[in-house]
């Protein structure tokens, strides 16, 4: 990776109040490379949102369609018809 083009994706997360997070570099020795742009770490995550638990009818219901997903790709790797699965889904999920 070029180190311009990561200076230039810090700067647009700066100019646009996004937090920036550089993991390593990367490249066979990854520790060997590194953290460090521009001689800082950067470690900047978004705000932490607390979102509360669904109450139990509403989990039911969420496992129940995850399972109506998961039965219909199912069907339609059987069937190998997979340009039809946006259709299946869109009709049997209302």
């Known amino acids: ?5 990561l200076e230039s994706i810090r700067e647009q997360c700066v100019s646009a109040g996004i937090p920036f997070f550089f993991k ?7 520790k060997k490379a590194g953290r460090l742009l521009n001689g800082r770490t950067f470690d900047e995550l978004p705000p932490r949102r607390l979102a509360s638990v669904p109450d139990q009818a509403r989990r039911l219901a969420l496992v ?3 399972w109506q997903i998961a039965a219909i790709w199912e069907e339609s790797q059987r069937n ?3 340009p039809l699965i946006t259709s299946m ?3 049997r999920l209302r």
């Open 89 to 91: 889904l869109r009709t």
């Open 1 to 5: 990776m070029r180190p311009e083009w």
């Open 24 to 30: 390593q570099w990367g490249g066979v020795q990854k």
């Open 64 to 66: 129940a369609k995850a």
């Open 80 to 82: 190998l018809e997979k």
